[in-house]
């Protein structure tokens, strides 16, 4: 308890002397200003965002007999779409041909869940590699695959999988922030952990992500706006 107490008095201290506070999605940036009503008038929010120049001379998506779905970074035990790899093994039983690559680390929960669905034979491990070779995956991927946390949650490897323009599945328990990026730029769909996100499969074709719509997430215009919002502030300080 005097560790929570210790934690509220230096962060309302350092976020109350602060020219400007800047946060990574906007359900952060609300939860703070209705913490602290102070900082309503000098939040900002800039998300993680992706670098355009990484794309550049990447060839486009591939057709393949073989579907893969791609879960890119690390994948947590809390973050356990059970269901879902119900289904995918139910796709792959009715005949369809998928597969399922995790590119980065992956928890003991998920490699036994793995196996327990059946899906060992079906599954690759790619450990981590080079950002190209990354981006070349996502973008020859039918699927890619992203698992919030908590609420609050906007996985920084959401903003890449928007560049690629490949059909996203989203999991995320009440992540309206996750939802509403990808409504936005038609990209995908979100669910909860207990659903299996069937309906995805069945709207996937409809999904054409609004490439002009995510520009707004390179990371260049970010730090643009950094670069505004640091040269605004110092500006308007009074010395």
Known sequence: KATLVLDNYFERKVLKHSMASIFVTQTMKDDYSKKYPFLKEKTFVLYWGYDEESFENI??????????????????????????????????????????????????????????????????????????????????????LVCASEPRHVPGKLFEYLRTGRPIIAFGDDNKEVSEILKTSNAGMIFNYKENGSSFFDLSDNFKTNLDSIKQFDRKVIAKKLSEIIHGEINSRPF
């Open 59 to 144: 060839e486009p998506y591939k057709t393949s007999t073989v579907e893969t779905i791609i879960h890119a970074g690390n994948i947590f035990d809390y973050q356990n779409p059970v269901n879902f790899w119900k289904l995918v093994k139910q796709k792959i039983t009715s005949g369809q041909k998928l597969k399922i690559k995790f590119i980065g680390s992956v928890s003991p929960a998920i490699r036994k869940e793995i196996i327990h669905a059946g899906l060992e034979e079906y599954t690759e491990y790619a450990g981590f590699l080079s950002y190209k070779e990354l981006i070349t995956q996502l973008i020859n991927a039918k699927y890619l």
